[in-house]
């Protein structure tokens, strides 16, 4: 059954006040059109829903029973409109945003924090996920916006580049190579090594950039998080690269940060969402935030 809003809100009108002229006048009809409106609800539920004599309009008992379910649908009808109208003006709604540790743990929280200071009714949830679950979680619809590397197959995604990233070495506090400044992979290399557990993309992008330069990383101990790895370093158990953007996460665990080289490697990150997707108000409203993203 098919019945338009607005033969409901004349039924209302009319129920109300009784009177078809001030019903008219209250929704800008006419009677003619009020009259034709109460006539097609009618004619749709199956009967009189109104008794009309010259002097006053009355319920039918089909009329009473139907009069609270009908304002009941206006209501609900009238708080479906202020939802959708919050969502669009962002004083109400749900985000959820993909981001890899590294993002996450260093970079977000600033924007979330200006986020819930302009939009302090949104509820947000990060998923603080590896490189390849971001991808993932996009392309299953679990979320609308993600930061990660640039991924090997995006031909499904739009991928915006926020900077480019590049690999530092970190070590613990006395270790033997901190008396250089830079460090290059050959010297990195003549020590045990913790690294990023396969088959993680930048795992695999580190190993093809030493390969090309005839060298091998053959670790003792891997892990997927970064703050695992750093542990590991911190204990003794090993030299390690991160992201540089986890420095600061890496030195409040007592590590030293050293450039490498020879070679340098690099990785883009960006912001991916589906193709020819729509994303949510609230999901525009962040993407603005991390697209203007500076970094020192």
Known sequence: MNIPINQVMAFCAVARSGSFAQAALQLHLSQPALSIAIRNLEQALGGKLLDRTTRNVALTPEGSAFYPVAKRLLSDWDQSLTDVKNHFSLARGKLEIAAMPTFATNLLPKILSDFHTQYPHINVTVHDVIAETVVEMIRGSRCELGITFLPVDASDLTFTPLYSDKFVAILPKGHELLKNKHLTWK?????????????AGTRALIDQALSNKGLELTPVFESHQLVSIGRMVSQGLGLSVVPSTSKAQMQEMGLEIRPIKAPE????????????????????????????????
């Open 187 to 199: 010297q990195f290399l003549r020590f045990p090594q913790v690294s990023l557990q396969k088959p």
């Open 265 to 296: 490697i690099r990785h883009k990150v960006g912001l991916i969402q589906r193709k020819q997707q729509s994303i949510s108000t609230a999901s525009e409203a962040i993407k603005e935030m991390i697209l203007n993203l500076k970094l020192t």
